[in-house]
């Protein structure tokens, strides 16, 4: 009766184990960035200059923004902002 009741306890808890690591959260899964995005942003990269920790954070921001199409545009400050068109009647 013990070896039964040790196999028994044995048997559940191995499937407790078993399910608990099926159950467990799910790897991160790894986007592979479009080489083409890639390739756009290294060069935008080289062509402003930018060198270590700045290109790192640019070229961070910008791979973001390839699968983000509907990005919000950039806010117009200073000079950059139209006119204000008044009617008169």
Do not use: W
Not at 30 to 54: F, H, I, M, V, Y
């Amino acid at each position: 009766m013990k070896k039964i009741t040790l196999m028994l306890l044995a048997a559940m808890s191995s499937g407790a184990v078993f399910a608990a690591a099926h159950t467990a959260a799910p790897a991160a899964t790894s986007r592979t960035p479009d080489p083409k995005q890639t390739a756009q942003c290294n060069s935008e990269a080289k062509a402003k200059g930018l060198k270590r920790a700045e290109r790192k954070a640019y070229l961070k921001t910008c791979m973001a923004g390839a699968g983000n199409a509907t990005a919000a545009p950039q806010s117009m400050s200073g000079t950059d902002k139209p006119a204000l068109e008044t009617a008169k009647p």
